[in-house]
């Protein structure tokens, strides 16, 4: 039996595409086996942001994304927002952790409610009625008092609320440096080895 770690990624419209494609990069460089959904709304951030135009496909969105992440080793199966025989819309073939990053606000809203319109919002509610891991990365800023309200109904339910916020302690000297502190974070939370991001108490560049 395979010891590669399943695992789920969906990428929603909000802003921070980088670091959804950055966490895809570093999930498939640890070999790991990633399904994944990418929002109608994040292709338009994907060429907003990146200057990325996503093709359609699934399957030339899977082989367009491997090449932009530049890594060969892991597996990769991607999926349409609306393909509901994928494992990620049932408990009985879920992957053992799911993560939304970026994570909408409306993502956010829709998945503190219960409500399932898309594969994004029902592989999250799989992983609450199943107990796994779920960790959604919010960006939006300033947050309201409903972001709020539904981050601590889900944070309560055993969610990981981990905003897209980078730190400065390690003297960052370039955007790489800041996306790498939030995906360093995400890949602690799954309990991924990385060698990106520095730790509290290592020496800062230039020390």
């Known amino acids: 039996m395979s010891n590669r770690r399943r695992l789920g ?15 895809l990069r570093h999930l498939l460089a640890n070999d790991a086996e990633i399904h994944l959904v990418v929002s109608a709304a994040a292709r338009v951030v994907f060429r907003e942001e990146l200057g990325l135009q996503l093709p359609g496909r699934p399957e030339d969105l899977a082989t367009s994304l491997r090449a932009e992440a530049g890594v060969s ?7 349409a927002q609306e393909d509901w025989f994928s494992p990620l819309a049932s408990g009985s073939h ?3 952790a799911l993560v939304i990053c970026p994570c909408s606000g409306g993502s956010l809203a829709a998945i503190a409610q219960g409500i ?18 779920l960790i959604l990365v919010p960006r939006e800023s300033p947050v309201s008092a409903i972001h709020l309200e539904n981050m601590l109904k889900l944070a309560r339910l055993g969610v990981c609320i981990l905003p897209a916020s980078p730190g400065f302690y390690h003297r960052p000297q370039s955007i790489d440096d800041l996306v790498d502190f939030v995906v360093a974070r995400i890949l602690d939370q799954l309990a991924i080895e990385r060698s990106i991001g520095p730790r509290w108490g290592s020496p800062a560049p230039g020390s």
Request: glycine share 12%.
């Open 9 to 23: 990624l969906a990428i929603t419209g909000a802003s921070g595409a980088v670091y959804g494609l950055r966490l």
């Open 116 to 133: 399932s319109n898309n594969l994004i919002e029902r592989a999250a509610d799989v992983m609450l009625k199943e107990g796994k891991k």
């Open 73 to 79: 080793s892991g597996e990769l199966h991607v999926y």
């Open 94 to 96: 879920a992957p053992e």
